[in-house]
């Protein structure tokens, strides 16, 4: 089955700097957390980053009319059920669920990083469903396209959480 490899090379990046993004802002925020540095500058930078993270977390997994959104890889709808199947089983969530998930992560994208709209300020989502979604985008991708060499994400995550923890401890 033919698959559009070129959009991959825009949807991977992304998905790599959500994971990157998130990364920073939970060290950050550790950091914050235990005092290890403490001020203004230092919470809008880790708020920066969960913000930006969230809208490029949108790119691939939010609006099917965005052109990089995950759907717009496979040209088989049964690729489409099996990699949302993934999700949803990895995840731990039912259809109705991951769809309440999807909103919520779209309307703290929509409502508080693209748009300000005080009178409907989100909650700020749990992201650690979003980093599985992410994860299992990449699986997925690794067994469309076999001959294909990508990172690890998780191994990404890490090493981005390492950097940003050994960058704070440096102040």
Same mark, same amino acid.
């Given at each position: 089955m033919p698959y559009d490899l070129d959009i991959v090379k825009y949807q991977f990046p992304i998905v790599e700097e959500f994971i990157r993004l998130l990364a920073y802002h939970r060290a950050v925020k550790e950091a914050l957390d235990g005092h290890q540095v403490s001020s203004y500058f230092w919470g809008?930078? #880790?708020?920066?980053?969960?913000?930006? /993270? /969230? #809208? !490029?977390w949108c790119k691939v997994f939010g609006a !099917?009319?965005?052109?990089?959104?995950?759907k717009k890889l496979p040209v088989d709808e049964s690729e489409k059920d099996s990699f949302r199947n993934k999700v949803l089983t990895i995840t731990n969530l039912k259809q109705e669920d991951w769809q309440k998930y999807w909103e919520e992560m779209r309307n703290f994208r929509d409502k508080l990083v693209a748009h300000l709209e005080p009178e409907k300020m989100p909650r700020t989502p749990d992201f650690k469903t979003a980093l599985v979604a992410a994860y299992t985008y990449c699986r997925w991708v690794r067994t469309l396209f076999p001959g294909q060499s990508s990172p690890c994400l998780k191994a990404l995550y890490n090493g981005s959480f390492r950097e940003a923890k050994n960058d704070i401890k440096w102040l």
């Open positions: 809008r930078i #880790s708020d920066s980053f969960l913000k930006v /993270a /969230a #809208s !490029e !099917e009319s965005n052109n990089t959104h995950w």
